[in-house]
């Protein structure tokens, strides 16, 4: 039997991490655990070349990335005025976008495998909801052409999990385990989690404040109700 995918999702600080993890010690069933986030220093596979890429990066005295998305509105700035400068840039997103791509379809390649091997994938995050602020959701602000393209890619082409499980919790309770971002910035990252319902063919969310075993259970039970009603059907 062909398993299923299943996104563990939700800002930094809501425990992610902690109950892919848990899941994969105590769930029921066969599973393989795939990071599918921005983070390239939190995953557990990556290509060659990304991992060629982030060496440099480091070499370079860049500090290590274990943070999930960054606010889009850091990411704006003006074009150059020089042709010559604003070609290059548009060339180095480009080739940046390629390794991205290249990298998530290796990573979805992978959760193909160990579904039909029989295995269900954990997700810690996933790219759709990751990006979706990025470069999914409509905007009045004109995208770069590689964030455009890689937006339409996510949203048309790009396998979306079986099952979302967003571990919801208040912006506060968020900066108190955290200390990352703002309280403005992590409930607009609230706000797009919970647009995933429109996107998602399974959504759930679980509230994060409660006792670790509790969020635990409840990810568990969702996940063996899931597989129960796609083995009657």
């Known amino acids: 039997m062909r398993m299923f995918s299943v996104a563990i999702v939700g800002p930094d600080g809501s425990g992610k991490t902690t109950i892919c993890r848990r899941l994969r010690e105590t769930l029921e069933l066969p599973t393989r655990y795939v990071y599918m986030g921005v983070s390239p220093d939190s995953s557990n596979m990556m290509l060659p070349t990304t991992r060629l890429l ?13 943070h999930g998305p960054r606010d889009p509105r850091s990411l704006r ?17 480009l080739l940046a976008l390629g390794n991205r ?17 029989g ?58 385990r955290k200390g990352e971002g703002s309280a403005e910035v992590l409930e ?7 647009e995933m319902r429109q996107h998602m063919p399974r959504f759930a969310v679980i509230d994060a404040t409660q006792p670790e075993d509790a ?19």
Not at 54 to 66: E, H, V
Not at 129 to 151: C, K, M, N, Q, V
């Open 119 to 176: 295995y269900v994938v954990l997700f810690d995050r996933h790219y759709f909801p990751d990006y979706y602020s990025y470069d999914i959701a409509p905007t009045d602000e004109a995208r770069p052409l590689a964030r455009r393209l890689h937006g339409w890619m996510l949203e048309h082409l790009y396998p979306r999990p079986d099952l979302m499980i967003y571990l919801d919790a208040p912006a506060d309770v968020l900066l108190a």
């Open 101 to 117: 791509v290249a990298e998530e379809w290796f990573r979805q390649g992978v959760t193909w495998y160990y579904q039909w091997r």
């Open 215 to 233: 969020v635990l259970a409840e990810a568990q039970r969702l996940i063996l109700d899931f597989y129960t009603a796609r083995r009657r059907s």
């Open 188 to 194: 607009e990252r609230r706000r797009a989690y919970l």
């Open 54 to 66: 982030r060496a440099i990066q480091r070499r370079l005295g860049a500090p290590p990335d274990t």
């Open 77 to 93: 700035a003006a074009a150059p005025r020089h042709p010559l400068k604003r070609m290059l840039r548009t060339v180095k997103s």
